[in-house]
């Protein structure tokens, strides 16, 4: 295609003659830093609505009700984000690219902060739930436009046989933002009381989000803001369209581009919220030898989505996807096994489903964005990732927790085979358009 043809090596990207090349690594090391940054933001609220939120914000209700509560508000950040891209896109259009990043990023850290000072349910009684949903959907729309094209940038400034591995990159943030969210809530764990914990110590690691979003915003501002960067973006079109039009002339392709990818985004919160959450409730194990687990499982993780970028350049992202898909529903058919078995087999179950999701949420990201054209990538990659998370991972937690109560184990088999499922028959659709076009 055009989009593809079109694309140099990095080495061989010269935005004008008095003009440095753009370089890769630079653009990855920003692409890592907001990445890892937001992904603290939303694991530090998820781990909470099981360590926390029950306690704290739900007192009058069961634990489970508690922890069923906490996850329809984290969904709720997730149902905000399109509608957050769209503004935010809006203001990119109208006032630059600097401020619509300064605002989103300044609005992530304000509402992520306000949770941190929320009283609790004892002290302001409803009002304090109204005000954590409240701040929760501020996340999802900051989140929104906190999308600054960067992973684009790297992708198709990137060697052609090296593709995969530069679309790695942009997904060590995912993992590396969990892995930071668990150590920081076992040492706590570890270091005071279960009172002090539940009074005051839950909310440290919101005001360290705050914390990291100012030092991912000057990151990031520091590479965006450049004439280098400015320029590589401008020649690559990257460019901000409104959601209108994106529909109006992308529709199928943000659609095709979101189901490509919900195997791994239904896995995601199943291996990192949903096992912390069904331990809890059936006390099989102590809470913070859980952490240590998903803290190796993190580990793993970073692992299997460094590989993730040397298989896929062998094989293709394409087959990477979709062999994983495959084995994502094999492994689902185990889940009954394993998460109502033994704390051994419960570790198994967190570590095996790291491995999985890194090889498959390596690779997820921009599945089918050469269908795009070029000028629709910026604004597709964004809305395509804003779907994916919205039908593949915002109510994972909930529905995984609230179906398994009722009806055991086997609705979660059936939720990540479902997720494996759409994205094999969108794979399938995508590999019959090409070949008709």
Known sequence: MASTTNATSATELQTLENRSPVAPGEIAIGVVIGRASEHFDFFVFGIACVLVFPGVFFPFASTLEGMLYGFAIFSMAFVARPFGTALFMTIQRVWGRSVKLTSSLFLLGTATAGIAFLPSYESLGGSAIFLLAMFRVLQGVALGGSWDGLPSLLV??????????????????????????????????????????????????????????????FARLRLVLTEEYTAALEESELEPISTSEMLDKQGPNIFLGAFAALASYALFHIVTIF?????????SQLLD??????????????????????????????????????????????????????????????????????????????????NFE???????????????WLFGAAFAPLIALGLSVHFGLLAVSLYLISGSLCTLLALRINRHLEASD
Request: hydrophobic content about 55%.
């Open 156 to 217: 198709l400034n990137a060697p052609r046989d090296k593709r995969s591995w530069y679309a790695m990159i942009g997904q060590l943030g995912a993992p590396l933002g969990f892995l930071v969210a668990n150590l920081l809530f076992l040492y706590l764990i570890k270091s005071v009381s279960s009172e002090d914990f539940q009074a005051w110590a839950w909310r440290y690691p919101f005001f360290v989000a705050f914390a990291i979003n100012v030092v991912a915003l």
């Open 275 to 283: 096992p912390l959450s069904w331990i809890r409730l059936g006390e």
């Open 374 to 388: 070029r000028r629709f990538r910026y604004t597709g990659a964004a809305l395509t990732s804003d779907l994916a």
């Open 289 to 370: 030898d859980v952490l240590v687990v998903q803290v190796f499982g993190a580990c793993i993780g970073i692992i299997a989505t460094i590989v993730s970028g040397v298989i896929a350049d062998r094989i293709g992202k394409r087959t990477t996807v979709s062999l994983m898909a495959v084995l994502i529903g094999i492994f689902a058919l185990f889940t009954p096994m394993l998460m109502g078995g033994s704390a051994l087999m419960q570790d198994a179950f967190i570590l095996i489903g790291f491995a999985l999701l890194g090889v498959s949420y390596g690779q997820a990201s921009g599945t089918v964005t050469a």
